[in-house]
C-alpha cells in the first residue's frame, strides 16, 4: 500500500472532522507535498458542499409524509382533514362558478337591493359545537 492509498481514506474523514489534531497534521503534510491527493482533497471538498448546500428534495405527497408521521390513533384526525379539504376545495369551486354566474349577468340586474336567495340548509347554533 503507497502512501497515496493510505491517506485517501483519512481525507473524507477529515473533511467530515473525524480526525484526531495529530491524524489532520498527517493528512496536511502529505497532501501539501502530493499533487494528487491535494486534488482529490479539492473534489471531495467541493462534492461535500455541494451536497450540504443542495436544497432539499420537497416530499411527492405532503400527505402521504403527514399520514406515515403521526400514529394510528391520529388517522381518524387526518381523514377529518382530508374531507375538510375536499370540502374547501369545491366550495371554492362553487365560489369561482357563482363569481362567473354573476360576471356574466348585465350591470344593472345585479343590485345591492336584490335579494340572493340561498338554499336551505339545517343551522346549528354554535352551542352545539363542543369543543375538546
Ligand atoms: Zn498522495
Given at each position: ?5 493510505a491517506?485517501?481514506p483519512?481525507?473524507?474523514a ?12 498527517e ?12 486534488a482529490v ?16 428534495i ?7 409524509g ?6 394510528e ?34 350591470a ?7 335579494p340572493?336567495?340561498l ?14
Open positions: 500500500m503507497t502512501e497515496c492509498d491517506i485517501r483519512q481525507i473524507t477529515l473533511l467530515d472532522g473525524e480526525l484526531s489534531l495529530a491524524a489532520i497534521a493528512v496536511d503534510a502529505h497532501v501539501n507535498g502530493c499533487t494528487a491527493c491535494a482533497y479539492a473534489d471531495i471538498g467541493i462534492l461535500k458542499t455541494a451536497a450540504r448546500t443542495a436544497a432539499p420537497p416530499p411527492v405527497d405532503l400527505w402521504t403527514i399520514g406515515e408521521a403521526i400514529d390513533a391520529d388517522h381518524d384526525m387526518l381523514d377529518t382533514m382530508r374531507l375538510l379539504r375536499q370540502e374547501m376545495q369545491s366550495l371554492r369551486e362553487e365560489v369561482a362558478a357563482l363569481r362567473q354566474e354573476l360576471a356574466k349577468r348585465p344593472s340586474t345585479v343590485s345591492r337591493s336584490t340572493i336567495s338554499p336551505d340548509a339545517p343551522r346549528k347554533s354554535m352551542s352545539q359545537y363542543r369543543l375538546v
